[in-house]
């Protein structure tokens, strides 16, 4: 391996690589050597961007200025309350946006659901018509709903 002092990297004599007139490809400019002792007349910034004097900016377009009423404000949204609950059976702090009157934060409060069973109407028909094997497929059809916050506790196999 040599050093190539024109790439400034590490290339084997058989990896330099050459352009279509034979020459060796060169690295670009180091960022020093391409900004440190640059000024606005440079290479890299045309000539005609160094001088303002010919610019015009136009002025800001302001349509209130005609006479017009600026839109209205949009309403403020009131500030979201948050409440804080503990839960009586595991002690755990619990933050929500339900008020406190709402069905699933009693349950919450009151430390459990009220479950109340509903069973499907194939399973129904199941335990009339297959009397003893039936009760098991009805059983098998329930659901178990809270009666106070409506939230399905068991869903059921089927």
């Not at 024109?6 to 330099?16: E, F, G, V």
């Not at 430390?111 to 199941?126: F, Q, T």
Request: aromatic share 6%.
């Amino acid at each position: 391996m040599i050093v190539d002092p024109i790439t400034t990297a590490l290339m084997a004599k058989d990896d330099i690589a050459y352009d279509e007139h034979g020459e060796p490809i060169q690295a670009p400019p180091s960022y020093d050597a391409a900004v440190g002792g640059t000024t606005l007349s440079s290479q890299y910034v045309p000539e005609a961007a160094t001088k303002a004097q010919d610019v015009k900016v136009p002025p800001p377009s302001d349509p209130y200025s005609a006479g017009q009423p600026p839109p209205p404000q949009a309403a403020q949204m009131p500030a979201t309350v948050v409440y804080n609950y503990i839960n009586p059976t595991t002690g755990e702090r619990i933050v929500s946006l339900l008020p406190p009157d709402h069905p699933q934060m009693v349950c919450l409060q009151q430390g459990g659901h009220v479950p109340r069973s509903k069973y499907g109407i194939l399973g129904v028909l199941a335990a009339i018509f297959w009397f003893p094997l039936g009760i098991g497929l009805c059983l098998l059809d329930r659901k178990v709903y809270c009666e106070r916050c409506g939230v399905m506790i068991d869903e059921g196999v089927c």
